[in-house]
């Protein structure tokens, strides 16, 4: 068979590159539904039935007294935005083309390719929807302030980048462990539900159940997040370096596994997938 291969500068395989990106994000982003519009709207709704949700259980428990002295709703927004970001970005990038999809079959094509459009379609919705929620609310019932905006928007990015480490992990670990891997997505996406810690004020927990939920990523990002989104509340048993350290080595350990996976990569996987 003739093969034809083509030379690429460094810059013109980049632009090559980054333009597989761009398209197969937005391939992942008109995924769930057709319509980008209502994909987008899909989305709103279940963050918004969250927010209602936890606000209505908040207040029939009598939980309204352990939240931030401020805007009650932004508290609650806050823990669920982040919350959101960090399960769906591991869902997205767990649920990523593998190496024996049929997309791969199509040069230049490669699973860092798949990976990165799944976890920046999800950020995409994300924030979007946020922004979308957040002006809906501030033009509705008065102005959304933040103590520091970048800060919270930041702690926004690491727990999604956290939400990306975990999912290239079981990702790697799906071949080989498929029906395992979803089990433990599930144990965790579950558990969130309350080691997140978005229910919670980390400063008002006693020590022995704070020590139950600090190895959650997702549990300092969101203690961190309202620290720079409230005036009256200063996080002191949280850290801003523990979800990046976290992140690092489980992004280290995905891409090594990822690329021990891809090297040993059988037909018969696909049709499991």
């Given amino acids: 068979m003739f093969h034809y291969a083509q030379k690429q500068s460094g810059l013109s395989a980049a632009n ?16 769930t539904h057709g319509n980008p519009l209502l994909g987008l709207a899909i989305n709103i709704m279940q963050t918004l039935i969250l927010v209602v949700v936890f606000v209505f259980m908040f207040s029939i428990l009598g939980l309204r007294g352990n939240a931030i002295r401020g805007d009650f709703i932004l508290y609650i927004m806050t823990g ?19 190496a024996t999809s049929p997309m791969m079959q199509h040069a230049p094509m490669n699973t860092a390719i798949a990976i990165t459009s799944a976890a920046l379609s999800s950020l995409y919705i994300q924030v979007l929807s946020v922004v979308v929620i957040l002006t809906a609310y501030s033009v509705g019932w008065g102005t959304v302030t933040f103590q520091y905006l970048p800060g919270a928007f930041m702690m926004m990015l690491i727990a999604w980048f956290s939400g990306v ?34 229910m919670f004020v980390a400063n008002q927990m006693p020590g022995y159940i704070l020590t139950m939920f600090s190895w959650n990523p997702l549990f300092h990002c969101i203690d961190q997040a309202r620290g720079f989104t409230f005036v009256n509340y200063s996080p002191h ?8 350290i976290f992140s690092l080595i489980f992004i280290t350990i995905g891409l090594l596994a990822e690329f021990f996976t891809r090297s040993r990569a059988s037909a018969s996987w696909g049709a499991g997938r």
């Fill in 16 to 31: 090559t590159i980054l333009k597989l990106i761009f398209h197969n994000t937005v391939r992942h982003v008109r995924k």
């Fill in 80 to 98: 669920i935005f982040l919350f959101l970001t960090h399960n769906k970005a591991l869902a997205d990038v767990m649920g990523a083309e593998s």
């Fill in 165 to 198: 480490a975990i999912g290239m992990v079981l990702l790697a670990l799906s071949p080989w462990f498929p029906q395992f891997t979803k089990i433990v997505q599930t144990i965790y996406t579950r558990a969130n539900m309350i080691t997140s810690g978005k």
């Fill in 237 to 244: 048993f949280s850290s801003v370096m523990y979800p990046v």
